[in-house]
């Protein structure tokens, strides 16, 4: 366990320092506004209208996946290619090494999409307000989505926190798929695009076949349209289950093709 904290302090501090970070988070900011942009020029929108436009929208459903593959998702590959996956596991054993890339991955991911979101959010609040009286006269046809008995209650603030967190999460699960991709090539770009691929896959073979996903359409941002989830503590569990499963079968992926190599 020791050896264990000491490698992931080691990640964590990569991940959270290195430039993949800083362009994971401004990667997340830039497609919020560009998904958003023809919306600002008409007055009367709020951060929350604006905040639920762009997690709605395909462009972000397809361009989120790849974001989140840009804090860490590479470093199975890049350890590989330096020699310093050979170094590493000398000092910690091979359950560690791999536990440790992966909480690292996972918590970066979900870091960097939420300071991309809270930075959307930040430039967001200084044109609009958090909620427009317009808004406050129509709530309810926020109240039905994800997390709305707290629009019900009139606690946007956590509302809006809520939201960001569940994205993150979701990035995390992504950029596992991302790792777990770049176990099966040498080539850097499979890592940042598998989890596009996939997301943007999954979306037009269910949208032929007529079937509606309305967890997050299998980007899994959003469980709008769940009554069960309106509740903040069961919306949170129906994430945080599919973000596990996502997640298992990526880790799942990642030892198997491990342990082939050796």
Known sequence: MKAFLHSLRCDLSRALSGIGFFAAM???AVIQLQAVLEELLTPGGDVIYY????????????????????????????DRETGYMIYEKYRVTRGAYYS??????????WVSVVAGMLLFIGILALKVPMVSEAALVNMDAY???????????????PYVLCMVCVRG??????SLVGMAASTVSKERAVAYAAPFLISYGIQILCGAAGITLTPGRLDLGRIAGHTSMQNPLE????????????????????????????
């Open 235 to 262: 919306g949170f569990l129906g994430v945080i289950a599919v973000v596990a499963c996502l997640s298992a079968c990526a880790i799942l992926f990642i030892r198997t093709m491990e342990i082939r190599r050796g």
């Open 169 to 174: 999460l979701i990035a995390g699960a992504w």
């Open 100 to 109: 440790s890339k992966i909480t690292a991955c996972f918590v970066g991911a």
């Open 26 to 28: 401004l990667a997340v």
């Open 51 to 78: 905040l639920d436009l762009t997690l709605g929208t395909g462009y972000m459903q397809i361009l989120m996946p790849a974001a989140s593959t840009l804090c860490f998702s590479r470093v199975l590959q890049r």
């Open 143 to 157: 109240e039905t989505g994800l997390f709305g008995r707290l629009l019900a209650g009139q606690k946007y603030l």
